[in-house]
């Protein structure tokens, strides 16, 4: 009788109740499939790794003799060490210096830029350089080959890690400009003029205040830049010539012969080339992610 009662006291949140039911299961179904997706996605995405890391540890006499799934029984860190001795020290400072090249003084001018793009928004020079910003994300790297190629020989920097400098430094400017743009847009108003009462010019407040309230962003465009520039092909195969000058990506073709191809220690050199971008990318990701999507979502 109690329960009878008291089903009949509350019939619409009964009601309601069975209501929920379906949609709570329906929920648990879509999570079900979105997990066997994650997990199908992380198969493709583990098994080339996990071949990569397997094959770099085989001789090359048995690599075509073996199964290409199945770890080597003796495995050998012989392509690591031939690899090491082929200038990858040379190759690995090249990177490195046109990395930090690049990377440093874009960052600088993109966080100059988007705070007198933001706090001159009035003047019409600024809408127009930052129009001209806008255009250089929709010009891809592939169409200004060319043009590059011929300024470089101009300028007489061909074959010279300069060469490679100033166009990565470039091409990063327009997205840097945009996130940096979208963070500082967003600091309020009133701290801007807190700090003009207080005396602070522009230069002040730039660094003092509008830097550190960005950190996030400016963190984000460096690695982001810093890894789009690490794994650059394009540009050192086309901007330079001799060994000598020869970044990572393309320090991979030495271990390419004329008949044939060291493929064991092709991988091993792929091993080492990731090792820093999967560094750089383990300690800067959430900072990678959030900078990215927390300026265009405020």
Known sequence: ??????????????????????????????????????WAWL?????????????SLKAQSRYYASNPLVPSSDPTLANYRLVIESDFIRYFANSVVVTVGAVVP?????????????RGWRMRALRVTNGLFLMGLAIPLQATVIPVYLIIIKLRLYDSLLALVLPSM??????SVLV????????????????????AGEWTTLWRLAVPLTRPALLTVTIFNGLTIWNGFLLPL???????????????????????VNVPAVLAAVVLTTLPVLVLYAFGRRQLLSGLTAGFSR
């Open 43 to 55: 198969v493709v995405v583990a098994v080339p790794l996990y071949w990569i890391l397997i094959t």
């Open 106 to 118: 874009a960052v600088v001018f993109s966080v100059m830029a988007a705070y007198a793009i933001v």
């Open 238 to 260: 086309v901007l330079t010539q001799s060994p000598g000058r020869r970044t990572l990506p393309l320090a991979l073709w030495s271990f390419q012969g004329q008949y044939g």
């Open 1 to 38: 009788m109690t329960t009878t009662l008291t089903r009949t006291q509350h019939p619409e949140k009964d009601a309601r109740h069975e209501r929920r039911r379906p949609s709570r299961m329906a929920a648990r179904r879509h999570n079900w499939v979105a997990g066997a997706a994650g």
């Open 180 to 199: 940096l743009a979208n963070f500082v847009r967003d600091i309020p108003k009133e701290l801007f003029d807190s700090m003009r009462v207080d005396g």
């Open 170 to 175: 470039a091409f990063a400017i327009p997205l």
